[in-house]
């Protein structure tokens, strides 16, 4: 077997998640109280709001060697801070496009709402977002 | 401790008991942390939030001049509160606390998957000691509060609260949107469970409420328009009679805007006969005199009830939750229409007279030789309507035998579901709402009457579907709440609030459009125009950092350094493989 190979065999996605506070933060807490698993590949940065997540982050992130990047806050009319998470909204068009165009796949990103009651639809989009990045395999710019 | 000093951070890695030492090696995760750098201390600790693991974290702070402190513990929106105050009682200003989410994020999540989940505790802690680092001290600021609260909704819960703060000496105003005072309550005939008549509950809160002199009714009523923080909100009302608008200054906020009666559409035949009612319709037609079957306005004489209508329904039309008053207010009202009617029937599908007194009403009823039969809730009762009239048929789950009944009248137990108008209640108070539309509490044990917003309560049906009597018992509670901010005269304010660096602004307008509560403007200062924040109107959700271009905005305590640094400490580990785009 190939370093490579054996690299490839140990490999597990590294997913980096915002998470705001009022909402998709307090929905993992739920998915942990009511003892939902999901996927350890996750690894969780709590922000005030969705509003918060600057486009560099996300890319900052990919560029450091994240496989994926998750972005959770509350549902659209739901948000703690009226219309924080309509400004990511806004901004995730233009960053899946220009993640695209960078020639990375978008299976990698993830905007998702998850209430602070909606546990289950937490875990199953930090599943559904490991499954793809597995998929895609290990990211890593290929200029580097 | 100024912020030019070089950070000495201590790690407390918590097992919880075995709530995450059952699944993380909480020890060798304090092994290897001690190798992060700053990190001056690294151990673990069977209960943290114990007054022994409290004293610890004290003495070490003392002992070895810690900086900066991390928990590995449970979830912030837990115990932060409680840390925070450990240290700053040895001396620490409490936002150089940083805490990790070992239990809820990591044990509790990934049970089966021990390596795994400790891989993830270290990273997390790694994150955090690395944000720990660049942790700055900030001032903790207090604002005055205005002796004055608003009560929104005139119902039992808001009638309750408005007289609790009233009879403790403070003003409140209570803000009804229609002509009457007792909401819901006062469409009631008799309350269980002591045959109380609603009227006159409604009558002695009412009229004393309007003897109070601290207590001003607004009837016709609504808020308008609400900005400020907690200790000074400003509010516009606006009287939908006479157009005018007052406004007034208040320090705190109850909202008890209670429910509306579920409309039962597409539930057993409702709609489809006259005679097919709901739980609250009856009840009115008690209230006003006598139950009257409606197609002939005779007294019917086969009644049928049938229970959780809209109530215990994930995902349909009504909640998931039980609504907590139907199931005694049916058995009430089923054992009343005994002494007039042949049969009574009650379909249901759990009997919950869980309150005191509740057993003796479902006693009462099953004395009067109230008919019960449990229902299958995946089969549930079919109803036919025909020219001679309805036909109930049904599976009785404890016999097994397929049952029908002709009733002349079918009472359904409506659910309880949130008011027309909970969406802007919601906006005006940046209210977060649960599945079903409720207002969600701040914690449902630790924090059930306060809300996610500084200074608004929640109390009765507003919060979940409830009865009377646990309306009340929150809206005192709640009353207590805005009575102790009120009686302390100033509370600490967050101090997480966005700032301008004026060299760097370019007075693009960009976190002007962002801010959801304009709290950024541009101000000419010498001559150059730059950003400006009002702090006491920034709730600190830093949108206007994530969109300032030129990286002029600093969200304190939640900078762009502090953040960065978090990716930068997870990525920069052992993780990054090869591989490579397709």
């Not at chain 1, 930090?126 to 200029?143: N, S, Y």
């Not at chain 2, 509060?145 to 309750?160: K, N």
């Not at chain 2, 108070?429 to 539309?437: E, K, P, Q």
Request: charged residues 25%; glycine residues 8%.
């Amino acid at each position: 077997m190939t370093t490579a190979a054996v690299e490839l065999k140990d490999w597990e996605p590294v997913i980096v998640a915002f998470c705001c506070n009022w909402c998709s933060y307090a929905g993992a807490d739920l998915a942990g109280t009511s003892r939902i698993q999901y996927p350890p590949n996750v690894r969780i940065i709590r922000v005030n709001c969705t509003g918060r997540v600057d486009p560099d982050f996300v890319l900052d992130a990919l560029d450091q060697g994240a496989d994926g990047v998750l972005v959770s806050g509350c549902h659209p009319g739901d948000c703690h801070y009226t219309s924080g998470n309509l400004k990511m909204r806004a901004r995730w068009a233009l960053l899946e496009t220009a993640i695209e165009g960078a020639g990375i796949s978008p299976d990698r990103v993830r905007l998702q709402w998850a209430s602070a009651s909606e546990g289950q639809r937490f875990a199953d989009g930090v599943k559904e977002l490991t499954e793809k990045v597995r998929k895609a395999g290990p990211f890593r710019r290929k200029w580097t | 401790m100024g912020s030019g000093e070089s950070p000495k951070v201590g790690v407390f890695v918590c097992h919880c008991g075995h709530n995450i030492a059952g699944t993380v090696n909480v020890e060798h995760v304090a092994e290897l942390a001690s190798e992060f750098p700053n990190v001056e201390l690294s151990t673990h600790f069977m209960f943290m939030c114990s007054d022994s693991g409290q004293a610890l974290i004290r003495e070490k702070i003392e002992e070895l001049g810690l900086n900066r402190v991390v928990v590995a513990s449970c979830s912030p929106r837990m115990h932060e509160p409680t840390f925070r105050k450990v240290v700053e009682e040895a001396g620490l200003n409490r936002y150089c606390f940083e805490q990790v989410n070992l239990r809820e994020h990591v044990s509790w999540c990934h049970m089966k998957e021990p390596e795994a989940a400790t891989q993830k505790a270290r990273d997390l802690v790694r994150m955090s000691v690395a944000r720990a680092s660049l942790l700055e001290p900030l001032e903790v600021k207090t604002v005055s509060v205005e002796p004055h609260a608003l009560v929104v909704g005139g119902g039992v819960s808001g009638l309750r609260a408005a007289l609790d703060i009233g009879d403790r000496g403070f003003r409140a105003t209570l803000v009804e949107r229609t002509g009457n005072l007792g909401g819901n309550l006062a469409k009631l005939s008799t309350l269980y469970p002591n045959n109380e008549p609603a009227k006159d509950v409604v009558d002695r809160m009412s009229l004393a409420a309007e003897a109070s002199e601290n207590v001003t009714i607004l009837l016709n009523s609504e808020v308008t328009n609400f900005d400020g923080h907690i200790g000074n909100f400003e509010v516009t009302v606006k009287n939908n009679v006479t157009e005018e608008e007052s406004e007034m200054k208040v320090g705190t906020v109850i909202v008890a805007t209670g429910f509306d009666p579920f409309e039962p559409i597409g539930y057993y035949g409702y709609g489809d006969s006259p005679d097919i009612i709901t739980l609250s319709a009856l009840e009115e037609m008690k209230r006003d005199g006598t139950v009257l079957r409606p197609s002939t306005a005779q007294p019917p004489k086969n009644v049928a009830f049938i229970s959780c209508v809209g109530s215990r329904e994930e995902g349909v039309k009504g909640h998931e939750h039980c609504s907590r008053y139907c199931c005694t207010a049916m058995a009430k009202v089923a054992a009343e229409l005994r002494e007039e009617a042949d049969e009574v029937l009650m379909l249901y599908d759990d009997i919950r007279t869980f309150g005191k007194g509740h057993e003796d009403v479902h006693r009462r009823a099953r004395q009067e030789h109230v008919i019960f039969s449990k229902y299958n809730k995946k089969k549930k009762p079919a109803v036919k309507i025909n020219d001679s009239g309805i036909m109930l048929k049904w599976n009785d789950v404890l016999s097994g035998e397929n049952c029908e009944f002709r009733p002349d009248m079918l009472v359904l137990a409506n659910a309880m579901v949130p008011p027309e108008g909970a969406d802007e209640v919601a906006k005006i108070f940046s209210l977060t709402r649960s599945a079903d539309g409720f207002f969600n509490e701040e914690h449902i044990k630790l924090a059930p009457l306060t809300t996610h917003t500084a200074g608004i309560m929640i109390a009765g049906a507003a919060q979940s579907a409830k009865s009377a009597t646990d309306s009340t018992t929150q809206a005192s509670g709640a009353a207590a709440k805005a009575v102790s901010l009120i009686a302390r005269g100033e509370v600490e304010i967050e101090s997480t609030v966005a700032s301008v660096i004026d060299e760097l602004c370019s007075a693009c307008h960009t976190c002007v459009t962002a801010c959801p509560y304009g709290a950024t403007s541009i101000e000419a200062t010498k001559g150059v125009e730059v950003a400006r924040v009002t702090e006491a109107k920034c709730h600190g959700c830093g949108t206007c950092a994530a969109g300032c271009p030129s990286g002029a905005i600093v969200m304190r305590h939640s900078t762009d350094d502090q953040i960065s640094s978090m990716i930068a400490a997870l990525l920069s580990s052992a993780f990054v493989h090869g591989g490579g785009e397709k």
